[in-house]
């Protein structure tokens, strides 16, 4: 089985711009969640999907947003980038349903650079 | 509020020489999991153990072992006869039943390097 895989891999933008980000789960996952891992708060969970709706979600401003398709991709879109948005974005698959344990298995993640 | 404490930041050690990776946790569910992932410079996340909260019973995977003692909230790793290849960042995870299991709270990492 090809495991997540996230694109781009590494991406540069700049202050004010926006930014999407790609997920694609393992096949058969249809939870997709968010990480953003910087130096300084570490790895911090930023929202879940499963099934096309929005299950959980991170304490992160309105301009951190998120969506899935019917096929489980999932996107995360940032806008008005500000310097702080800087980090590994990392995305997880999982196939378990809501209240049972998900092993969560990790793509390479997208190393996001604002100028 | 779920927190996780790794209270080393790095660790350098030689090879062959054992390591143990420290992790306390605090929770205010009763039924939750641990988890201890890897992850070597490339930055993808390796998933090594895992527990739950009933089962305190610890095991030996291979250099793998753990030690899960929830009287003082602590999920411990050690590697074994540690390899150059086991220098990467180790972080300990909570996900509680709370939330479905659906998130995973990390603590800070602890970085091991390994010398020949």
């Known amino acids: 089985k090809a495991g997540v895989t996230q694109t781009p891999r590494y991406l540069i933008k700049t202050r004010g711009q926006q930014v999407t980000l790609s997920c694609s789960p393992i096949s058969g996952h249809r939870s997709v969640s968010w990480y953003q891992q910087t130096p300084g708060q570490g790895l911090q969970f930023l929202f879940e999907y499963f099934s096309e709706t929005q299950r959980n979600k991170g304490n992160f401003p309105g301009r951190f947003s998120g969506r899935q398709f019917s096929n489980s991709r999932s996107e995360m879109n940032v806008s008005t980038l500000e310097l702080g948005d800087s980090a590994l974005y990392l995305c997880?698959?999982?196939?378990?349903?809501?209240?049972?344990?998900?092993?969560?298995?990790f793509g390479p993640g997208t190393r996001l650079t604002v100028l | 509020a779920q927190k996780v404490t790794q209270a080393q930041t790095e660790i350098s050690v030689v090879e062959k020489e054992d390591v143990t990776l420290d992790c306390v946790y605090e929770?205010?569910?009763?039924?939750?999991?641990l988890f201890w992932y890897k992850q070597p410079p490339s930055g993808e996340l390796v998933f090594l153990i895992r527990?739950?909260?009933?089962?305190?019973q610890n095991e030996i995977s291979g250099r793998y072992s753990w030690n899960f003692q929830k009287s003082t909230s602590s999920f411990n790793f050690t590697i074994t006869a540690s390899q150059v290849v086991d220098s990467a960042v180790y972080f300990c995870?909570?996900?509680?039943?709370?939330?479905?299991?659906?998130?995973?709270?990390f603590g800070k990492g602890t970085m091991l390097l390994v010398s020949p």
């Open positions: 997880a698959s999982s196939s378990s349903g809501q209240g049972r344990l998900r092993e969560q298995f």
């Open positions: 929770t205010r569910d009763t039924t939750y999991y």
């Open positions: 995870a909570l996900s509680e039943a709370y939330s479905g299991y659906s998130t995973l709270t």
């Open positions: 527990r739950n909260s009933f089962d305190e």
